[in-house]
């Protein structure tokens, strides 16, 4: 897995402090812009089903990878999950926590101790990045029936993914930034989340199956 490289020196991008210990990512305007529908509890239960949770395999049947972080893995193990290096094991190749009547995810937005269940690596699943370190949002989601639905700005239909990534604050200042009619911004996002989106875009293109992942400052070397 190729590691994103670091900065070299600390120094400020709009008004964040940045050091080593974060990579410089750059969210274009049009990226944030572009329209979607976003996951409203009735949007799934009617519409979309939660088919952004599953694709249809080679062998024409349901099936998905989701990585889970080990300080995640505790709390999802009782509550019935099991794991194989890291990859949540599914239930006919869909995720057990996703309601097989409606598609809605039974443990969104649930917490315990005050941190989120459901998996940082699904929430923030719409976006990738790019070679040139550039936060987009993946083809896949403009395929899909929330991208047909043209209600809200993807910075607001996956704002939890860009809390998920940079943190509350950071978040919060790139909401304000495109709601005011902001360009492309250059932001800092924590090296173990930009390690994580790296390992969890390997694993959508299986150059990674089976290899356990551990985001610690070892993995940001070089």
Request: proline share 5%.
């Amino acid at each position: 897995m190729a590691v994103p490289k670091r900065l070299g020196l600390a120094r400020r991008f709009g008004g964040w402090e940045v050091s080593k210990a974060h990579l410089a990512v750059t969210i274009t305007r049009k990226s944030a812009n572009l329209m979607f529908q976003g996951c409203s509890p009735q949007f799934i239960a009617d519409v979309c089903h939660g088919r952004c949770c599953w694709v249809i395999g080679d062998d024409g049947n349901p099936t998905t990878t989701i990585y889970v972080e080990r300080d995640q893995r505790a709390e999802l193990t009782k509550r019935g999950a099991q794991f194989t290096n890291g990859i949540l094991q599914t239930v006919g190749g869909k995720c057990g926590f996703q309601h097989p009547a409606d598609g809605f995810c039974t443990i969104h937005n649930r917490r315990a101790d005050g941190e989120f269940v459901k998996p940082r690596s699904c929430y923030i699943s719409p976006w990738i990045l790019s070679k040139h370190d550039k936060l987009m949002i993946r083809n896949r989601y403009k395929q899909l029936k929330c991208g047909k639905v043209h209600t809200v700005p993807a910075y607001l239909a996956f704002y939890s993914g860009l809390v998920m990534l940079f943190g509350d604050s950071v978040a919060n200042e790139i909401n304000i930034h495109f709601s005011e009619g902001g360009g492309d911004i250059m932001v800092p996002l924590p090296m173990e989340r930009a390690l994580l989106i790296k390992h969890v875009m390997g694993l959508w293109h299986h150059h990674v199956p089976g290899e356990e992942y551990v985001p610690t400052s070892d993995n940001a070397q070089g």
